[in-house]
């Protein structure tokens, strides 16, 4: 495609269950990361994957974030047993190698739960 | 751990006016990138511009230019002849071992 795409666009959830976010990076790209951005703050990482495994996971904040990418293309986030502080914009960005590219990002995922 | 602060939450200028948006990093390496985002309503993410660290030149990007002053630190951008739809959020990053740190973002008004 000719961007990264991400969908939803908007997803509201209760709290306690459990949501999907998927991410289709340009393709070609091999870099795929995810950014998890809170209201009025910059976006913070979550995770990188170079590939189909995840290179670096050491921003997300605890086990219910769990994330795949399991043919080196579209990855998916999932959170389980969401609650309310999970609530933010996810940004998904895709580079074409990884070290010293530029990032490119998608619209993001808006989270909100109930 | 590597640090970026924008230190301006908010800014305006008149249409055709020049703005500088100021940032700065903390990191002990000598070999990384910085770029500025600018993120409109929509929230996608779209780069301005990039510097690498090991390039003395500014980068410039049209009506977009940085001052990349390696040794304080700093990295301001400057817009020059502001358009109406340089109206956004402006966000500084820095990238180390693959991953972008951003700072705190600047809000940008034009006022016409």
């Known amino acids: 495609g000719a961007g990264v795409s991400q969908t939803p666009s908007n997803k509201v959830t209760e709290k306690g269950k459990y949501v999907e976010l998927r991410c289709d990076p340009i393709s070609g790209h091999t870099a795929l990361y995810w950014y998890r951005q809170s209201l009025g703050q910059g976006p913070e990482f979550l995770i990188y994957f170079q590939g189909t495994g995840a290179a670096d996971d050491s921003g997300l904040p605890n086990d219910r974030f769990f994330a795949v990418r399991p043919e080196g293309s579209v990855s998916t986030l999932k959170i389980q047993r969401t609650e309310r502080g999970d609530s933010a914009v996810y940004l998904c960005?895709?580079?074409?190698?990884?070290?010293?590219?530029?990032?490119?990002f998608g619209p993001g995922t808006r989270l909100t739960v109930l | 751990a590597q640090t970026v602060t924008q230190s301006q939450p908010e800014m305006s200028v008149q249409e055709a006016e020049t703005v500088t948006l100021s940032c700065t990093y903390d990191?002990?390496?000598?070999?990384?990138?910085l770029f500025w985002y600018k993120q409109p309503p929509s929230r996608q993410m779209i780069l301005v511009i990039r510097?690498?660290?090991?390039?003395?030149q500014n980068a410039t990007e049209n009506r977009f230019s940085v001052n990349f002053q390696k040794a304080a630190k700093s990295f301001s951008l400057k817009i020059s002849d502001s358009q109406l739809g340089d109206a956004a959020m402006y966000f500084c990053a820095y990238e180390g071992a693959q991953k972008l740190v951003f700072g705190q973002g600047t809000r940008l008004t034009i006022n016409p």
């Open positions: 510097q690498e660290a090991y390039k003395q």
């Open positions: 960005a895709s580079s074409p190698s990884g070290h010293t590219d530029t990032q490119y």
């Open positions: 990191t002990s390496e000598s070999d990384y990138y």
